[in-house]
């Protein structure tokens, strides 16, 4: 079954576990474009990420970068990192995801050395667009890590984290420019800012609440709110509560029967026609018929999309 979408936590983090407590290594196959909206939407996970892309094209963003990766490129995505991907046509992307635990327990000398700068880092994310002769080794290498880990046998598990080991290791050695200057703070500042406001919202987007207060969550001021969000997601708090609002909508149309301007008023709406113009804007529908053409059958319930093959992924 195909992953339609991501289900995250108040926070954005990604609820789907990656791999096992004693094998926190998974392997993904993503067609984007038959996401909702041809879109893996915002999130994050402590998991390490690489992607890459088999065919057509994907938009990525990761923080306040973007990049569009095309046929033979990838991208490198830090633990705790806020990313999203888009793909207006074929988006077929690979990826991989595995634990910092994955490489070495937290209390060893490799784990010390070799994964704590990475998790301390400014830089949240690493280009391999074949700019460099080991981007195009990198993006081999991870296909046979894919290839890899599809196969069965009694060493399996072993070989795969030697690959990954391994390429981690040539990785931190090519990218270390990018890692050798520890962080002062200011990423994971903006991370843990933007995690207690989106609990915020994501807690009282029913009542009425003002930026002041969304920046309160946090402690700042509303311009540095603005800057967070702006920095971190390409947006605004206000555009936050307002999408938060309309997904909760959303899913109330499909699992109740509640009369449209009722959800409207319980999602944090006052004007049941702004509503309405928003939620058209956004789905491409209005509520009545956004509904009307949403069977309520098992397919459309929340968690639904979770039971699939280990290919076909969460996002």
């Given at each position: 079954m195909q992953i339609t979408q991501v289900h995250t936590d108040d926070t954005l983090q990604e609820i789907r576990r990656h791999g096992t407590a004693d094998f926190p290594f998974e392997y993904y196959l993503d067609d984007v474009r038959r996401y909702e909206k041809q879109a893996v939407e915002w999130h994050w996970h402590k998991e390490f990420e690489f992607v890459w892309?088999?065919?057509g094209a994907v938009d990525c963003r990761v923080g306040s970068e973007g990049f569009r990766l095309t046929e033979g490129m990838g991208l490198f995505i830090n633990s705790g990192v806020l990313h999203r991907f888009e793909a207006a046509g074929v988006g077929l992307m690979p990826n991989i995801l595995f634990s910092p635990s994955f490489i070495a327990g937290p209390d060893t000398a490799v784990y010390r050395c070799c994964v704590a700068p990475m998790l301390s880092a400014e830089c949240g994310c690493v280009?391999?667009?074949?700019s460099?002769?080991?981007h195009g080794e990198m993006i081999g290498r991870l296909w046979e890590i894919y290839r890899q880990a599809q196969t069965e046998g009694p060493v399996r598990e072993l070989r795969v984290q030697t690959a990954v080991?391994?390429?981690?290791a040539d990785f931190l050695e090519h990218a270390s420019s990018r890692f050798?200057?520890?962080s002062t703070g200011g990423h994971v500042l903006l991370q843990s800012r933007l995690q207690?406001?989106?609990r915020f919202i994501h807690e009282r987007y029913a009542d009425k609440i003002t930026l002041n207060e969304i920046a309160g969550a946090a402690n700042i001021s509303k311009s540095e709110a603005l800057r967070c969000f702006h920095a971190g997601m390409q947006t605004t708090?206000?555009?936050c509560l307002i999408a938060y609002r309309l997904h909760c909508a959303k899913e109330l149309l499909e699992s109740t029967g509640r009369p449209v301007a009722r959800i409207a008023s319980d999602v944090g709406f006052e004007d049941a026609g702004y509503f309405a113009r928003m939620f058209t804007r956004e789905f491409g529908l209005p509520p009545r018929t956004f509904r009307a053409r949403r069977p309520h059958d098992a397919a459309d319930a929340p968690g639904a999309a979770w039971e699939t093959a280990p290919f076909e992924r969460k996002g």
């Open positions: 892309v088999e065919r280009l391999l667009d074949g460099a002769p080991w080991g391994s390429l981690w050798a200057v520890r207690r406001m989106l708090p206000v555009r």
